[in-house]
T-cell receptor
Framework: EDQVTQSPEALRLQEGESSSLNCSYTVSGLRGLFWYRQDPGKGPEFLFTLYSAGEEKEKERLKATLTKKESFLHITAPKPEDSATYLCAAKSYNTDKLIFGTGTRLQVFP | ETGVTQSPTHLIKTRGQQVTLRCSSQSGHNTVSWYQQALGQGPQFIFQYYREEENGRGNFPPRFSGLQFPNYSSELNVNALELDDSALYLC??????????FGQGTRLTVV
């Protein structure tokens, strides 16, 4: 069964303290791996799509990487406005649906 | 270019009632998907429509149904509401096989 697992569930960082979020996936034939940011009570905001192992994408303080079993979202020198829940989702060639993890709730303190 | 918009933003219904949620797709998108997100969980896929036809469904009972219109807007209908249907309902639109963009969601509370 296709599955996405994210860790840690919650992460507290001091402003400027870099860290990484993990997304492990078990999907038969990965079509794409997606990262979203979600603020409380709002819809997910698209960040990145990764298609093949070794691929990397960057946006401001965020960098997403992909291996054959995992994806990482690296946050460099985070700021309080980076506080949100970060969701990882996978899509396989067998289906058009996004399979989401439960997310990592990130809090960045000044 | 307008984004994905959903209405209403909040809704309170009584158990056993029926509800219709609406979604306007982003301009140029022909695919719409609906997701249910319980508190503290990731979104769960309900179904997807492509060019007005359902082309994928998650593990949700038949009382969850939908429509996509020629302008690619969409509706989610839920009959015989249960307390467990209380959640954030998310609509996402995309061009076929590309990244999905989500609306702000509809918060449904069933009492």
């Amino acid at each position: 069964e296709d599955q996405v697992t994210q860790s840690p569930e919650a992460l507290r960082l001091q402003e400027g303290e870099s860290s990484s979020l993990n997304c492990s996936y078990t999907v038969s034939g990965l079509r794409g791996l997606f990262w979203y940011r979600q603020d409380p009570g709002k819809g997910p905001e698209f960040l990145f799509t990764l298609y093949s192992a070794g691929e990397e994408k960057e946006k401001e303080r965020l960098k997403a990487t992909l291996t054959k079993k995992e994806s990482f979202l690296h946050i460099t020198a985070p700021k309080p406005e980076d506080s949100a829940t970060y969701l990882c989702a996978a899509k396989s060639y067998n289906t058009d649906k996004l399979i989401f993890g439960t997310g990592t709730r990130l809090q960045v303190f000044p | 270019e307008t984004g994905v918009t959903q209405s209403p933003t909040h809704l309170i219904k009584t158990r056993g009632q029926q509800v219709t949620l609406r979604c306007s797709s982003q301009s140029g998108h022909n695919t719409v998907s609906w997701y249910q997100q319980a508190l503290g969980q990731g979104p769960q896929f309900i179904f997807q429509y492509y060019r007005e036809e359902e082309n994928g469904r998650g593990n949700f009972p038949p009382r969850f149904s939908g429509l996509q219109f020629p302008n690619y807007s969409s509706e989610l209908n839920v009959n015989a509401l249960e307390l467990d249907d209380s959640a954030l309902y998310l609509c996402a639109s995309s061009k076929y096989n590309t990244e999905a963009f989500f609306g702000q969601g509809t918060r449904l509370t069933v009492v």
